[in-house]
């Protein structure tokens, strides 16, 4: 089956460190990737959806600056949390779809996560 | 007016016992599709079942199958044979429109097995 790998699956690291997230299809290519956090015992919120080659569509709210995502190609996205600061912990998680327009009954497949704590 | 509801917090059931996870949702397309996820304690989101708004027959996958209400707009999920292992946290979704687009997540229902 289809298969989202994320990397790192926890990162601790100090306030104004810039991290980056990495979110691979390794199986199948996927035009559109999509962010979402999720702070504890909450459900997932949608931050970004990274499209390849183009900018990414940010949902309201979400800091573009502070949250930069990348889709340099059909198989990889990145999210990188510039400047972090301890508000910015939470769980980050990708996903990503097979096809395309017309294929809406294919899940998204999601990666393993990454925790982020910033001290 | 949210898009998914899920109205159970939490949930309980003893092994091998059946549980109805409910889902209700909300939207005036009238091509969507409807999706669960278990998200156990580690984190990983894992896809269970689909249903889609035109589907004629109610989506079974296993011990997972979807009480598919239309007119109620109700997507419930019934687990059968509850295993220790299925205790996690439910989250039901919902895709809108007949193309690619973003999921809406419910607030998810936190289930545990008792032995």
């Known amino acids: 089956g289809a298969v989202v790998s994320q990397h790192p699956s926890r990162v601790i690291c100090k306030s104004g460190t810039s991290v980056k997230i990495e979110c691979r299809s390794l199986?199948?290519?996927?035009?559109?990737m999509f962010w979402y956090r999720q702070f504890p015992k909450k459900s997932l919120m949608l931050m970004a959806t990274?499209?390849?080659?183009?900018?990414?569509?940010?949902e309201q709210g979400v800091e573009k600056d502070k949250f930069l995502i990348n889709h340099a190609s059909l198989t990889l996205s990145t999210l990188t949390v510039t400047s972090a600061h301890p508000e910015d912990s939470s769980f980050y998680i990708c996903?990503?779809?097979?096809?395309?327009?017309?294929?809406?009954?294919?899940?998204?497949?999601f990666g393993d996560g990454t925790r982020l704590s910033i001290l | 007016a949210q898009k998914i509801t899920q109205t159970q917090p939490g949930m309980f059931v003893q092994e091998k016992e059946a549980v109805t996870l409910d889902c209700t949702y909300d939207?005036?397309?009238?091509?969507?599709?409807l999706f669960w996820y278990k998200q156990p304690s580690s984190g990983e989101m894992i896809f269970l079942i689909y249903q889609g708004s035109y589907d004629q027959q109610n989506a079974t996958e296993g011990r997972y199958s979807l009480n598919f209400q239309k007119a109620r707009k109700s997507a419930n999920l019934v687990i059968s044979a509850s295993q220790l292992g299925d205790s996690a946290m439910y989250f039901c979704a919902m895709r809108e429109g007949p193309g690619y687009s973003t999921l809406t997540f419910g607030k998810g229902t936190m289930l545990l097995v008792s032995p």
């Open positions: 990274s499209n390849e080659g183009s900018k990414a569509t940010y």
């Open positions: 199986d199948f290519q996927a035009t559109t």
């Open positions: 939207t005036s397309d009238p091509s969507y599709g």
């Open positions: 996903s990503a779809s097979e096809g395309g327009v017309g294929t809406s009954n294919q899940p998204q497949h």
